[in-house]
Structures are given as structure tokens and as C-alpha cells.
T-cell receptor, first 110, second 113 residues
Framework: QKEVEQNSGPLSVPEGAIASLNCTYS??????FFWYRQYSGKSPELIMS????GDKEDGRFTAQLNKASQYVSLLIRDSQPSDSATYLC??????????FGKGTRLHILP | GAGVSQSPSNKVTEKGKDVELRCDPI?????LYWYRQSLGQGLEFLIY????????KSGLPSDRFSAERTGGSVSTLTIQRTQQEDSAVYLC???????????FGPGTRLLVL
């Protein structure tokens, strides 16, 4: 089983709708979870970090963590064309490293 | 403040040549990381530094790859006898402490002909 899994997409969402991005991880002792956004040809940039179960909101972004299900998600409300990018999930591991998923490509339809 | 900087931004080299990539982390960040990203692929972790020390070099693709960090700041990634499969974007990131939120540089795009 891969350590961090994401659906590669593309995920197409109409402008103004909610985009839901999902990530599962294999290491039960993981404690730190990150969502990065990467525009084509650019470097990843941090959107959210989350460390405890539940929801964490920042503007239009909400990160959701469920450690029992080993699942972390990112919701983007009122999706904008500028949200079109690849979203990378990153998780720390038991040997204290951070592993990135391969990313989900999100396309917001105008 | 200034972010992570990398140089050169682009490098074209011939197969068999050595290349050196440089990363200047955010001031005060003790941890530094190197990744490789091939076209359309995810991030491949290469190596990390805690201060000047790199405890785990197992992520380096081959013995042609080496990295060092001096003075707890600038790091260089050296690829000897480059091969075409080394062509990729090499990304550097730094964080205040090890495994905290990483801030990425703009990357070096390496093309080996």
C-alpha cells in the first residue's frame, strides 16, 4: 500500500461550487498533515496544515482530518478558476519523514 | 522576508557532465530538503539536512548524487556524470525545524541532452 494516496484526477468542478479533495495515508501514527497547491510550472505552496481530528477553516479552505479512518480532505468553497491547480497532500511518517502524494489535478469550469 | 532561493533557475548540460545546484534557505530555518519532480510526476524526496547534518542519504537515486550544507545555510546538490534520466525540476525547501511546514524555492530545471 502506498504511504499517501490521492486520486490523480482531473477533478472538474463548476465555478462557485465546492471542490472536495481527498487523501488517505497508511501510517497510523502520523500526526502532521499538509495541503500544498502547485500551479503548472511553479513550486508547491502551503495552503493548510492540520494536526488534530476535526475541521480547520481558513477563508474558503477547510481541512478535515479523521485519524481513525486515516483520511484527510480539503474542501474549497466558492471555487474560482484561479483554484485550478494540482493539490498535494503531505503526511509525516513513523520514521519522522514527510511523504507527499502524487497530487490531484483540479479544474474549475468557468 | 526573503523566501527560499535556488540557482540556476535553468540548466542545460550534456550527458556525462557534472552539475551543481544551489539552495539558499530562509534565514533561521534549521532544516533543508531536496526533492526532484519529473514532468507530470509527484515529488520525489532526495535528502534532508538538520543543520549541516544529513542523517539519511537513502533517498538519493544513485551514488552520482551528493549533497552538502555548510554553515547551517546554503546547500548544494551535485550530480556527477549526468544522465538523460536526471532531467527534472530539482526543488529545495526549508522549514524552521525538522519536519515542520516546508517552504519551497522556485526550483532548478535541469535538462540533460
Amino acid at each position: 500500500q502506498k504511504e499517501v494516496e490521492q486520486n490523480s484526477g482531473p477533478l472538474s468542478v463548476p465555478e462557485g461550487a465546492i471542490a472536495s479533495l481527498n487523501c488517505t495515508y497508511s501510517d497510523r501514527v502520523s500526526q502532521s498533515f499538509f495541503w500544498y497547491r502547485q500551479y503548472s510550472g511553479k513550486s508547491p505552496e502551503l495552503i493548510m496544515s492540520i494536526y488534530s481530528n476535526g475541521d480547520k477553516e481558513d477563508g474558503r479552505f477547510t481541512a478535515q482530518l479523521n485519524k481513525a479512518s486515516q483520511y484527510v480532505s480539503l474542501l474549497i468553497r466558492d471555487s474560482q478558476p484561479s483554484d485550478s491547480a494540482t493539490y498535494l497532500c503531505a503526511v509525516n511518517t513513523r520514521d519522522d519523514k514527510i511523504i507527499f502524494g502524487k497530487g490531484t489535478r483540479l479544474h474549475i469550469l468557468p | 522576508g526573503a523566501g527560499v532561493s535556488q540557482s540556476p533557475s535553468n540548466k542545460v548540460t550534456e550527458k556525462g557532465k557534472d552539475v551543481e545546484l544551489r539552495c539558499d534557505p530562509i534565514s533561521g530555518h534549521t532544516a533543508l530538503y531536496w526533492y526532484r519532480q519529473s514532468l507530470g510526476q509527484g515529488l520525489e524526496f532526495l535528502i534532508y539536512f538538520q543543520g549541516n547534518s544529513a542523517p539519511d542519504k537513502s533517498g538519493l537515486p544513485s551514488d552520482r548524487f551528493s549533497a552538502e550544507r555548510t554553515g547551517g545555510s546554503v546547500s548544494t546538490l551535485t550530480i556527477q556524470r549526468t544522465q538523460q534520466e536526471d532531467s527534472a525540476v530539482y526543488l529545495c525547501a526549508s522549514s524552521p525545524r525538522l519536519w515542520e511546514t516546508q517552504y519551497f524555492g522556485p526550483g532548478t530545471r535541469l535538462l540533460v541532452l
